[in-house]
């Protein structure tokens, strides 16, 4: 189920929480939504699930917009909001029965679908337990199994792995990417390693405007004026003047005899050229790394 946002408005008094936002997300794509507090990924996210109205501005699914048709494209979004709300006084198991009976599942399915959530979820030793007793990480498993009770179509994650440990983090990305070769997911998240290792595609906004909309590989592009690719050689005296002459080349540092550090234009991979020049002067190299850009960094250029 594809989804559409066309020139999305939400205004608290005289506030814009978002700004003409518009994009789209295809089938089976997995889209990290990044953007500092209170830049409006959770109005965003809200408003694509029916949870709260625009100011102005549409979003829709397949044939089904949010103002028509809200009834039907809650049944199809599996929504995990930032504050995980759980009733703490019910059973897990208890709990999962209780939204399968929400999203109104068949009576002879809900057993066998609360089973096949737990598992995937790593419910398991915590199903008979009331989920007040669950440490956050699990109430967080809980909310994602409340998410995803249904089968839906799309899935709406807002922050899911807070207050997870790095085992269970790795377990919840294996779950969302396995469940995402299949449904449209949309996921916020403050850890951006866990966005470059999930998405497929970043969206990252700032005071309500999108400010970068691309590959995790495409924001070097955007963010960076220069690529570094780090070379050692065997031998010292390598000379770098035919490579200077290589359209995108900027510039060489040395750091010893035989280490050194090569500047381009981002949209240059320089490597090829430098392997011919090094066999062309009978040199080795003993190493060659080409460094990528760091998420984070990007982030920080594109929302300080």
């Not at 967080?140 to 899911?160: F, K, M, N, S, T």
Request: charge should be negative; proline fraction near 4%.
């Amino acid at each position: 189920m594809a989804i559409s946002v066309q020139q999305l408005t939400k205004v608290y008094n005289t506030q814009r929480a978002i700004d003409d936002l518009s994009f789209d997300v295809a089938t089976g794509e997995i889209l990290g939504f990044l953007g500092p507090n209170g830049a409006g990924k959770t109005t965003t996210m809200k408003i694509i699930t029916c949870f709260m109205p625009p100011t102005s501005g549409t979003v829709t699914l397949d044939d089904y917009n949010i103002v028509d048709h809200g009834l039907e494209i809650r049944r199809r979004i599996g929504y995990l909001p930032e504050h995980n709300p759980l009733y703490l006084d019910m059973y897990v198991h208890e709990f999962l029965k209780f939204v399968a009976k929400v999203y109104e599942l068949d009576k002879k399915k809900v057993t066998k679908r609360i089973s096949e959530v737990i598992e995937m979820t790593g419910l398991g030793r915590e199903q008979h337990k009331k989920i007040s007793m669950l440490s956050k990480g699990y109430r967080q498993r809980v909310g994602l199994a409340q998410a995803l009770i249904h089968d839906p179509e799309v899935l709406i994650l807002d922050e899911p792995t807070s207050g997870l440990d790095p085992n269970q983090i790795v377990d919840i990305r294996n779950l969302i990417r396995e469940v995402g070769s299949n449904k449209t997911v949309i996921f916020s998240s403050h850890i951006l390693s866990e966005v470059e290792a999930i998405a497929d595609r970043v969206i990252i906004i700032n005071q309500g405007k999108i400010v970068a909309d691309s590959s995790t590989e495409g924001l070097d592009l955007l963010t960076n004026d220069e690529t570094l690719v780090q070379v050692e050689f065997l031998s010292p005296g390598f000379d770098f003047s035919e490579l200077a002459q290589a359209e995108g080349w900027k510039r060489v540092e040395q750091k010893d005899e035989t280490n050194f550090q090569l500047f381009t234009s981002p949209d240059v991979d320089i490597r090829p050229a430098l392997f011919s020049e090094c066999v062309a002067q009978e040199n080795v190299i003993l190493s060659m790394n080409r460094e990528r850009f760091s998420l984070e960094e990007a982030f920080r250029k594109l929302t300080k």
